[in-house]
Nanobody, 125 residues
Framework: VQLQASGGGLVQAGGSRRLSCVAS????????MGWFRQAPGKEREFVAT????????YYSDSVKGRFTLSRDNDKNTVHLQMTSLKPEDTAVYYC???????????????????WGQGTLVTVSS
């Protein structure tokens, strides 16, 4: 299984950025997909998750209302649209795939089934 994340880079505070994650060798439509992030010196934290059908999303309080997660099951791809970015959003963002419900995926990070390689987002003030 491969989860290839892309879209990271440098963005000014208040700006937007879209991250993408393409899955290969994965029965994509059978997995809940999500994004996590890890800032320097901090533990990895949950950002957002989307169900298999793509019609239900769940966000952390820190990004709710600013980030939007979507998926395209025909293209084995998920997109994280990030708006109104803040310096505290600076982190390496990781794509993940997991078969469990949203709360489990969000809280039981260490047992996530598959991880992508991460893409760095830096928000300058």
């Amino acid at each position: 299984v491969q989860l290839q994340a892309s879209g990271g880079g440098l963005v000014q505070a208040g700006g937007s950025r879209r991250l993408s994650c393409v899955a290969s060798r994965l029965r994509f439509s059978a997995y809940r997909m999500g994004w996590f992030r890890q800032a320097p010196g901090k533990e990895r934290e949950f950002v957002a998750t989307i169900n298999r059908a793509g019609d239900s999303t769940y966000y952390s309080d820190s990004v709710k209302g600013r980030f939007t997660l979507s998926r395209d099951n025909d293209k084995n791809t998920v997109h994280l649209q990030m708006t109104s970015l803040k310096p505290e959003d600076t982190a390496v963002y990781y794509c993940a795939a997991d078969p469990r419900p949203a709360q489990a995926m969000a809280q039981l990070i260490k047992s996530i089934r598959y991880w992508g390689q991460g893409t760095l987002v830096t928000v300058s003030s």
